[in-house]
């Protein structure tokens, strides 16, 4: 069996992710980078309560094959353009630097729909940023989900993402075609596929959008036990 490190265990996406990969009887253990201690108890769970500023002394002792990242954050939250940038750029890219020098094989990425570089709007550009500087560490394997408005009970009021989601979900008959991927995702659906493509896609770069990832989870409920 394999070993797997999961960063942001605690968000919408991150917190399935974590649930799905520790009855997964793919891993024999699941590392999680958290500030706090999660009141959970499993014998396959490895907690280190992280300073995320110094990444590197969290992460030297530990080797794992597969990564799952789940970071993110928002402007509102994040406070700034260079608070966003290090929680959805900075921290990230260490941590699959790190991995990879310590032997892990496979990254998956939470990134989100519209990812792209060359972006005029902000969240969409770190996002293309992001996926491009971890392409360029060539990992055997990448897995790059990019979903679109999520769907799930978030911790913290995001009333913009709210109304989005209201507004997807009275529209989303009418996304057929290429407008299916813009459709909402639920956030046990990411989680999922996350697994579920870390398991089974070819190695190389793999860019999962979000109709895809409806469609795994929609047609692949055992795919990662």
């Known amino acids: 069996m394999k070993t797997a490190l999961i960063a942001g265990p605690t968000g919408l996406t991150g917190k399935k992710c974590l649930e799905y990969l520790l009855e997964s009887g793919q891993y024999s253990m699941v590392t999680v980078l958290t500030r706090k201690k ?19 002394e969290s992460l030297k002792q530990v080797k794992v094959n597969d990564v799952y990242c789940c970071l993110g954050t928002t402007m509102k ?19 699959a630097s790190f991995l990879k020098q310590n032997g892990a094989s496979t990254f998956n990425l939470v990134s989100a729909i519209g990812a792209n570089k060359n972006s005029t709007i902000f969240y969409s550009k770190v996002k293309g940023e992001i996926e491009q500087a971890l392409i360029k560490l060539h990992f055997p394997k990448l897995n790059i989900l990019r979903p679109s408005i999520l769907d799930g009970e978030r911790k913290e009021s995001r009333p913009g993402e709210k109304a989005g989601l209201i507004l997807s979900k ?15 995702v639920k956030a046990c659906a990411v989680a999922f596929a996350l697994i579920y493509f870390s398991i089974n896609a070819p190695e190389g770069v793999n860019i999962i959008e979000s109709d895809k990832i409806n469609s795994i989870y929609n047609k692949e409920k055992y795919g990662i036990n």
């Open 38 to 56: 999660l009141n959970i108890e499993n014998k396959k769970l490895v907690q280190i309560i992280t300073d995320f500023n110094d990444l590197q």
């Open 77 to 95: 939250k994040a406070g700034s353009k260079e608070a966003f940038f290090k929680v959805d750029f900075d921290y990230p890219l260490q941590i």
């Open 170 to 184: 009275i529209v989303a008959p009418l996304m057929i075609g290429p407008l299916k991927k813009y459709k909402p």
